[in-house]
């Protein structure tokens, strides 16, 4: 393998000793003694953020409280931390994060439910104007709520759907095509609704253009930011974006199913009431008074309906401490772009690398099962090339298709303690996040990655 040089160049506070991440031994690495102990290259931040050592600590905090206090801990908390305000600690940093006001902003429930909840609020069919236009291969989730919403309204979702595929032997969409679409169908679409960073390819959708035209058109834009919040700057308050969710548990690294949130533009505060109502959307000054009429907060939290989890939302908090102390997304961004570079550049060297326009000239998908069998296994990158299309992440796609090259790969990079994100059947996401990742992890993963495809040659 060669030896590895780290590189401490950037003019930013490297803040990775501030995460847990596990060694090569707890992911059953197959490396030598000595590298058993050593943090394995963790490149899987935009499936699951690792754990901060400050949440960790939050964390057991609040269940001494828990265990101390009991019921008290809401309204007298040793470290000021009371229950029913600990959402409190964390919607500036959140609004800092997406560029939003703190009354545009709620850390509440989780993503899908947070979606539904919007679309209850913001899609508003008519015989006209029905539709919602959306990114093809969207997340699963997303097409299940975006489905059911169109459905719960009395339309076939194959009618009310539009989803935009990129062209032919391309495989992410061009924004011209996107607001094309728009410009078109516009007097047909409801909501435009994309995810700010496209889950599968990486690419980072031109989020201002996007909602520049979908206004014009007089339709409603809302944005699943799940991998976008933490990943890339945003101002969705500037932007006049109407509505907008996501998880934590990514780029956040709040921790597994950790606490949602959402974002409402101000400008609906008066003619917006939420439609499902729930106590802790209420006026905290009345709220414990328990009246029978609802009095909403103004804005994005008075979409709340249950208290937020206190041991997830303190875990959020450890982690966007952190965000905070490195400066928020400003130098955050300037040093995810350096890191993404870095591990692009050290991927096309590779003498497996295969461009992405040349794929379907090399890889054609009308060949025979013979014919595949006799393709030397290869990968390209589907995300964008430019960092203003893209986040952190980039994708590996492993030819042939269909093949298994993606999934043998997958393995052999785990048992040398490269964790990545499988994508069955044929991607893997590898994503140098800014807060922790380094130029070695980069230098590691594209490294290991030549080794094994030399293995799967040499064996072919």
């Known amino acids: 393998m060669g030896s590895f040089t780290d590189h401490n160049d950037l003019n930013i506070i490297l803040t990775g000793d501030e995460f847990l991440i ?131 309204h009395g339309y076939d979702p194959s009618e009310a759907i539009i989803e935009m595929f990129p062209r032919d032997g391309e495989f992410t969409l061009r924004e011209s095509d996107i607001l094309d679409v728009i410009t078109q169908e516009g007097p047909s679409i409801a909501i435009v609704i994309f995810g700010g960073v496209q889950y599968y390819t990486g690419q980072w959708f031109p989020m201002k253009a996007i909602t520049d035209v979908a206004k014009a058109q007089g339709c409603i834009c809302g944005w699943d930011l799940a991998h976008a919040i933490g990943n890339v700057p945003m101002a969705l308050h500037d932007w006049g974006v109407d509505f907008a969710v996501w998880c934590s548990y990514k780029y956040l690294n709040s921790g597994p199913g950790g606490i949602g949130g959402l974002f409402v533009h101000e400008k609906w505060e008066t003619s917006k009431v939420p439609q499902y109502a729930g106590w802790w959307g209420h006026d905290p000054v009345t709220r414990f008074s328990m009246p029978p009429k609802f009095s909403p907060i103004p804005g994005a939290q008075g979409y709340q309906q249950s208290n937020p989890s206190v041991l997830a939302t303190v875990s959020l908090f450890g982690s966007l401490q952190i965000f905070k102390e490195a400066g928020m997304m400003g130098p955050l961004r300037e040093r995810s772009v350096i890191l993404t570079a870095y591990l692009e550049s050290l991927l096309v060297k590779s003498e497996f690398y295969v461009p992405p326009n040349a794929v379907s000239s090399r890889y054609p998908h009308e060949a025979t099962s013979s014919q595949i069998q006799e393709l030397p296994p290869a990968f390209t990158i589907i995300t964008p090339h430019s960092p203003e299309s893209r986040g952190a992440q980039l994708s590996l796609l492993f030819l042939p298709q269909d093949s298994g090259v993606m999934q043998n790969v997958f393995d052999q990079l785990l048992s040398k303690g490269v964790v990545g994100d499988e994508r069955k059947p044929d991607v893997i996401r590898l994503a140098p996040a800014p807060l922790y990742n380094t130029k070695l992890d980069c230098e590691r993963a594209a490294s290991w990655l030549e080794e094994v495809f030399k293995s799967l040659t040499k064996h072919a």
């Open 22 to 152: 596990p060694t090569n031994n707890d992911i059953g690495a197959h490396l030598p003694e000595t590298d058993g102990g050593h943090r394995c290259t963790y490149l899987c931040g935009n499936s699951l953020g690792p754990l901060a050592k400050r949440s960790k600590s939050l964390v057991l905090e609040e269940l001494h409280v828990w265990g101390s206090r009991a019921v008290e801990g809401h309204f007298k908390h040793p470290y000021g931390r009371e229950w029913m305000d600990i959402a409190a600690t964390v919607t500036p940093l959140l609004a800092e994060l997406v560029g939003a006001q703190e009354r545009e902003v709620a850390c509440m429930g989780t993503l899908t439910a947070n979606l539904h909840l919007m679309m209850s609020a913001f899609y508003k069919p008519t015989s006209a104007r029905f539709k919602i236009l959306c990114e093809g291969k969207a997340f699963p989730s997303d097409q299940y709520a975006f489905a059911s919403q169109a459905s719960l």
